[in-house]
């Protein structure tokens, strides 16, 4: 470093007067500034008196006093870097503090994302089409027997994670025996055998909790009575559409509007959501989002009505997927607002991509007795 870059002659900065060379008793400077031809000039330094430790031209990140002067506040210093000093050693640190006017790189834009691995979302839903589709079209008590494993899956994770957050013990085995067998009851006897099975499993589960200690037994039974209205009983409603005579058809139409109802709300929402629909409760929800799952479900409901569901016309297909719409969004809504009391994400990790099997339930349960109703009244019960 030459003495032109220091913005001053040579000498600049001494303790006494300029001119051709130093004062006497100046203190010679440190660094390149500092040559062989001004030896002869030097006289010994003198005795510096105590510094006090604050106040003054001081290091604002150590307390130690430092010398002012421009030779003195050389842009080596500036990082705290261990150096030979004359008046001692400035402390190390490993971490150079930037320069207070250096500019700061600019934040890299964030990509939008979607939130979960789609590949595998993809793939999973996929697979469970066509595992739902097969079973439906070949015998209809494979399905049967589908809805009935999805259910008590369903009434696993939901009481397990009851249990894990909220110290809740459902009894798990009168749900799930009492689950299945409604399920069948609703296929057999439709809306009346039901009833019957609902009320036998919410029997069952509250003399199944009396062989246990009695502290948390209305918190219990309440719980398990709710999980069992829940999820079996709403699943009873897929049943009994199934047993129609065109029940493959009435089912597979209630599945593609909740599904194509999900999907419109997600890539709606996910491109041009920008006003949530619900921010306490789910908000990655939008009411962009909301719009996009009418406008795809009613658009599909026409379809669906007029060309898969005898006796059906189109007009009752864009009520009917009005209806789903708002059914799958308030179904949603709802488990999140469960998720959220416990404190989770997801229900469970059985499905890549999905979570678990409740949430993939959560749109399907509400939106059941709906479809059902409607059916019911458009086509009547078959």
Known sequence: MNDSSWGAPPYTGYWGPTGQGPAQGAVPPAGPAYDA??????????IVPDVPDHGGDQDDDRGAARLSGPLFRDEAFRDHTSQAHPYGEVPHKQDPEPMPDAPQPAPRPQKKSAGRDLS???GVGVGLGVVIVASLFVVKAVFVGVVAVAVVVGLWELTKRLEERKGIRAPLVPLALGGAAMVVAGYVRGAEGAWVAMALTALAVLVWRMTQPPEDYLK??????????YVPFLATFVAMMLAAGDGPWRV????????VSDTGAYAVGWRFGKRKLAPRISPGKTREGLLGAVAFAMAAGALCMHFLI???AWWQGLLLGLAVAASATLGDLGESMIKRDLGIKDMGSLLPGHGGIMDRLDSLLPTAPV????????VGSG
């Open 37 to 46: 031809r001004d030896a002869q000039q030097t006289r010994p330094m003198p």
């Open 220 to 229: 219990d039974v309440t719980a398990g009575v709710f999980a069992a209205f």
């Open 252 to 259: 597979l139409t209630f599945l593609v509007l909740t599904v």
């Open 371 to 378: 479809v059902w109703l409607l059916f019911v009244l458009f």
């Open 310 to 312: 005898d006796g059906g």
């Open 120 to 122: 595998a979302a993809i």
